[in-house]
């Protein structure tokens, strides 16, 4: 029996061709969709899952207030609060500091490398359980002389030699043993880094963190087990220790962190999970439209194999084992679509890597991954075969052995409703992804109130903070140069916020807090952000003076016309206001701009900003700024970034999604328009004989074209009308995560109704332009 089905199945498929081929065509892209999601979905859910213990890791989170009153929440909490976790909260088995991720020169006395690495606690490894491969995690408390390094940068620094007990020299100026070798991070790993250091170095070179008040590392805690977490316990911790602070902090899983860790006014909102949801809804949509092709065009072919069903009834065939027949032969075509479609991913897959910066493979010994695409395989098979294959069953065999089988046709109002669905969703995918698109491109375009073009991002070495005078004369000394400066953070993100300015009038239960920004006298005018009032820095002799934006005097309650002169104390002394920047975009568009102090500093930060003039070659300048470097800093290697650069990875998630959906559009396209093309084609053929008749009454080819393109036109536009309503809503809430975004205009809803429209007439015209061309005797002799 089986041999029997699956023979019928086969040559079914080879004889109508035309109609396998588009039946293919759409599954294997409907597949092929789905495995590339799947493989994107699997690589997001991974990260930090190969941590032992990884359900008890949790990093402690805080909630600030801002000046408009809303919840701020970061992964930054006071350095002093673990000592007080450890000593009051009985569940914390350990808790253990980190520093945010950095480059710092690593040199074994004559090879050296810009490698990434942290400053972290002893009990750093015990939280967090990277496995050692020689060694011990060293770092005791106290031993401030320690360095555990990678495997892979072991390789580098000692070839073919054991590490451990060799000196390492970090950045020039701290010597340190290598105490132990750790596996190299995998890539599904929020945390990156090839060295960890005391973390006691760190506070020596930020004294400033010992404040209540201050940020700037991370903290996590390993529960004891069965522990529940105990946030209630901890929310005051903070407050008890710090009268003047208003901070409250919590628990949040650590694994938690990549698809949950977003919040809007102390709310978790969830984060990257939105996405995973996105992109398998996408994934099950492109899989039905690609069903939806083939229960259309089965039960448009009803007709052709009720002869073969009234047969088989006849026979002594139930309706199971016809129904069992259909299924298999839509289960079978799904197969053929699998082979094509894992073809594809194996060909596209280094573009997908690229589009999404990951570094998947196509696993197919993984036993998750194999058991999803069967699955989805499979599914696909049983949901495009059984709605023709229950039509097909129920026929009544001797009404269609009479040759009465049109008369039992039904399904016609189904296919409609099937097709309309399939242009709804392409219409919400093209107006979406033209949107977020448009949104990108906004964000690329807008003025953010500085200049970013033409700007190289140097990270701080400790060469640069030595000779930053030496090295900041010679260039200015090339053509190519316009002007140089230090900066403490990325301009586009500025971690460091604080309460603590005291200004004449500021109340005693202020919760303010301002972005902090480190900088030195070339920095206004290297990114060129222009001055509403005063003057700039002009050297060390301002250490103690200070820089406000335009919002920082408002929210201050001063006139910004009239601030300048004002005392204001903070980190650098008492002092004044200086100056008053016009607002810039500090922050991500998805939020408003924030009142920042500008503090003088030369080196208390990461980056150095050159200003290439444009009017030498960019090519030549960079090779006549690394030979300055070189100059300089011969140990260290030159690496750069464009600002452009840095202020793109900030957009980076939005313009994945732009990319990845603008690609599924394609698809979601192609799909519809080959089931278009077949329907179009076998009404073309069911109508031959009327097609003739009308031609022989003086009928023209373009009435017939326009006759059978007015029934998939209107389809087409009840389509528009569900899906555009829809398209506005999903666009509406992306757009409302951004405080400043486009503005998606009617325009781009006509074009593409026009375009949608256009594609149906190209589908559907070219089949009834074909049959009105037919000579009108020979559709006159067709049968049926």
Not at 511 to 518: E, G, H, M
Not at 573 to 592: A, C, P, V, W
Not at 676 to 705: H, N
Not at 746 to 769: C, D, E, K, P
Request: with cysteine; hydrophobic share 45%.
């Amino acid at each position: 029996m089986w041999k029997n089905y699956l023979k019928t199945s086969f040559r079914n498929l080879i004889r109508h061709k035309g109609y396998t081929l588009i039946n293919i065509i759409g599954l294997t892209s409907g597949i092929a969709v789905s495995i590339f999601i799947l493989l994107w979905i699997l690589d997001e859910v991974s990260y930090d899952r190969f941590l032992t213990n990884g359900d008890r890791i949790f990093s402690v989170m805080i909630h600030s207030e801002l000046p408009d009153a809303s919840i701020s929440t970061h992964t930054v909490p006071p350095a002093v609060l673990k000592d007080v976790l450890l000593a009051e909260i009985p569940e914390i088995e350990a808790a253990a500091r980190y520093s945010f991720e950095t480059d710092l020169l690593v040199k074994n006395g004559t090879v050296g490398f810009n490698e990434t690495g942290i400053y972290a606690d002893s009990a750093f490894f015990g939280v967090f359980t990277f496995p050692f491969l020689k060694g011990t995690p060293g770092n005791h408390p106290g031993e401030l002389n320690t360095i555990v390094i990678s495997e892979s940068l072991a390789e580098k620094l000692f070839p073919q030699e054991n590490p451990i007990g060799k000196s390492v020299i970090l950045n020039q100026n701290q010597d340190l043993t290598v105490s132990g070798i750790f596996r190299d991070i995998p890539v599904n790993s929020r945390l990156q880094f090839d060295f960890v250091i005391p973390f006691e170095l760190y506070l020596k070179e930020n004294p400033w963190m010992q404040n209540w008040q201050s940020g700037g590392s991370r903290t996590a805690v390993l529960l004891r087990e069965n522990s529940s977490i105990p946030n209630s316990k901890i929310s005051d911790l903070i407050q008890a220790n710090c009268a003047e602070c208003t901070s409250i902090p919590f628990l949040f899983p650590y694994q938690k962190l990549r698809l949950h860790g977003e919040f809007e006014n102390g709310v978790n909102v969830g984060g990257r999970i939105q996405q995973v949801y996105l992109f398998g809804a996408v994934a099950l949509l492109i899989l039905v439209m690609a069903c939806i092709n083939f229960i259309n065009l089965a039960t448009a072919r009803s007709g052709t194999r009720g002869r073969e069903v009234g047969v088989r009834k006849s026979f002594g065939a139930g309706r199971s084992e016809l129904i069992l027949q259909f299924i298999m032969e839509s289960v079978l075509l799904s197969w053929l679509a699998l082979i094509f479609a894992v073809l594809l991913v194996q060909l596209l897959l280094p573009f997908f890597n690229q589009v999404t910066e990951k570094s998947v493979s196509l696993e197919l010994t993984n036993p998750v991954f194999l058991l999803g695409i069967l699955s989805i395989t499979l599914l696909t098979g049983i949901l495009s075969g059984s709605y023709p294959a229950l039509v097909l069953s129920g026929f009544n065999p001797i009404k269609v052995l009479k040759g009465d089988s049109r008369s039992m046709l039904s399904g016609s109002s189904v296919r409609k409703v099937l097709v309309v669905a399939q242009f709804a969703t392409s219409a919400i995918l093209v107006v979406g992804s033209i949107a977020v698109y448009q949104q990108i491109t906004f964000i690329s375009e807008r003025n953010l109130g500085f200049d970013k073009e033409n700007i190289l991002v140097i990270d701080q070495n400790e060469g640069i903070v030595k000779n930053y005078a030496g090295i900041k004369n010679d260039l200015l000394q090339l053509s190519g140069v316009s002007n140089i400066a230090f900066g403490g953070n990325s301009i586009f993100s500025v971690p460091i916020t604080s309460p603590d300015p005291v200004w004449p009038g500021k109340s005693d239960q202020s919760t303010l807090n301002f972005k902090i920004y480190r900088c030195d006298e070339g920095f206004l005018p290297t990114l060129n952000i222009p001055l509403r009032a005063g003057r700039n820095f002009a050297g060390i002799q301002d250490a103690s003076n200070y820089l406000i934006n335009k919002k920082a005097a408002e929210v201050m309650g001063l006139d910004p016309e009239q601030a300048v002169g004002t005392e204001l104390e903070m980190w650098n002394g008492k002092g004044q206001i200086i100056g008053i920047t016009e607002d810039f975009h500090n922050d991500n568009l998805r939020r408003d701009i924030e009142p920042m102090i500008f503090m003088y500093s030369e080196n208390i930060g990461y980056h150095y900003f050159i200003k290439v003039s444009g009017l030498t070659p960019i090519a030549a300048t960079v090779d006549q700024i690394q030979s300055v470097f070189k100059k300089h800093n011969p140990d260290y290697p030159f690496e750069f970034t464009f600002l452009e650069e840095v202020f793109d990875r900030e957009y980076r998630s939005e313009q994945v999604i732009g990319k990845l959906a603008l690609a599924f559009t394609v698809v979601a396209i192609l799909i519809s328009g080959l089931g278009l093309f077949g329907l179009a084609s076998f009404t073309a053929e069911r109508r031959t004989k009327e097609i003739g008749i009308r031609k022989v009454l003086g009928a023209s080819a373009f009435s017939l074209s326009l006759l059978l393109c007015s029934d998939f036109a209107l389809l087409v536009l009840v389509s528009l009308g569900i899906g555009f309503p829809l398209a506005w809503y999903f666009i509406d809430q992306f757009l409302a995560d951004f405080t400043f975004h486009t503005e998606v205009r009617w325009t781009l809803y006509l074009l593409t109704a026009i375009a949608m429209l256009g594609l149906t007439f190209l589908s559907v015209g070219y089949h009834t332009i074909k049959a009105a061309w037919t000579n009108p005797v020979e559709s006159l002799q067709t049968e049926g």
